[in-house]
């Protein structure tokens, strides 16, 4: 990361009754993007974005939000930096009145005037689909729809840093892309996002910052081979370009998208072979490291590329560092987020 971190910890562990549910060495979050964690339950995410809220300490470490100690400071000084920062939590909390008040109720503790309060309200249920709710009852809506009002809730105070625990789940189908939109539409603000997920496909297609979190500790990342490019047609095949690099892909998308491919799925050899595989990339090793049980091989295909491949296939095709190899994956291999 080449810009200032809006969040930064070190040294984090949080032990909830002798069980360690945290424990970082180091971790710096870019201002102005978007930074995704993922993993399962118990990883660990929401008790990080609990802590970045001020919301609870961390057992041991040091935690800065926007270059501010959320737990060294005083009263007075934690809440201007909530202020400045916005949770939404997974199953949100709203007040028993309209969809209206619960989305400008922020702005009315912030002193905004009428006419610009409404004009923002509107706007943000706009983009999230709520215009047609703003009258109803907000303990009447569904599940995705508080998701929807909290995450509008978040959209009108334009927050220096939004944290979103879980932002699509039991929201429907039809809803997800309305509130990735209202997630790019902070991003465009200038505010900072971090976001708890366990869908690797929408962590991936919001953001190449992901953080992959296990048992409370930071692991390896959730894909190889990540790649960012363009789809375009090519004949009858989808073709994803990634500088001079055409790899075909099955898909119905069109424009910049973000790619991956299995390393387990890339057949490594010296020869061209006889495959209904689209994707024959020669190229030359780079790297080889044990992952697992097997070996990781980095090959320079004109960008590069992984594939996981047994110790035993390692030393029958003789790879090195410099040997002439092909790649080859079948176009299913490659998941379009």
């Not at 202020?83 to 199953?91: A, I, K």
């Not at 619960?102 to 009315?108: S, V």
């Not at 009447?140 to 959209?155: C, D, H, N």
């Not at 010296?270 to 190229?283: R, T």
Request: glycine share 8%.
């Amino acid at each position: 990361m080449s810009g200032a971190p809006a969040i930064r910890v070190a040294n984090l562990t949080k032990v909830y009754a002798g069980d360690t549910v945290l424990d970082l060495e180091e971790l710096a979050l870019e201002a102005g993007r978007i930074h995704v964690l993922i993993g399962g339950n118990g990883a660990g995410k929401t008790t990080l974005l609990r802590i970045l809220a001020g919301l609870e300490p961390p057992t041991t470490g040091a935690v800065e939000v926007l270059g501010i100690d959320p737990f060294s400071v005083s009263r007075a000084q934690r809440r201007d930096l909530q202020r400045r920062v916005t949770l939404c939590f997974q199953n949100p909390y709203l007040f028993h009145s309209s969809v209206r008040r619960n989305i400008d109720f922020g702005l009315r503790a912030r002193g905004v005037a009428g006419p610009d309060r409404a004009r923002r309200v509107d706007k943000a249920a706009e983009a999230l689909g709520l215009t047609h709710l703003l009258n109803r009852a907000a303990r009447t809506l569904s599940g995705g729809e508080s998701k929807r009002v909290s995450l509008a809730r978040a959209l009108v105070l334009r927050p220096e840093v939004v944290l979103l625990d879980e932002p699509v789940a039991n929201v429907d189908a039809a809803s997800v892309s309305e509130v990735e939109a209202a997630i790019r539409d902070l991003l465009e603000q200038g505010s900072t996002m971090v976001i708890a997920t366990h869908q690797l496909d929408q962590a991936y297609r919001l953001s190449a910052d992901v953080v992959r979190l296990e048992r409370g500790q930071i692991a390896p990342p959730a894909v190889d081979n990540l790649l960012d490019g363009e789809i375009i047609q090519r004949g009858e095949t989808a073709v994803l370009t990634v500088g001079k690099v055409e790899i075909r892909v099955m898909t119905d998308r069109r424009g910049p998208a973000r790619a991956a491919v299995d390393p387990a799925t890339v057949l490594v050899s010296k020869e061209a072979v006889q495959s209904s595989a689209l994707n024959a990339f020669p190229g030359r090793v780079t790297a080889l490291q044990e992952r697992g049980t097997g070996i990781l091989v980095t090959a320079d295909v004109g960008i590069p590329l992984q594939a996981h491949i047994t110790k035993e296939s390692l030393h029958s095709l003789s790879l090195t560092i410099g040997s002439q190899v092909i790649l080859t994956f079948k176009a299913a291999s490659v998941t379009v987020f």
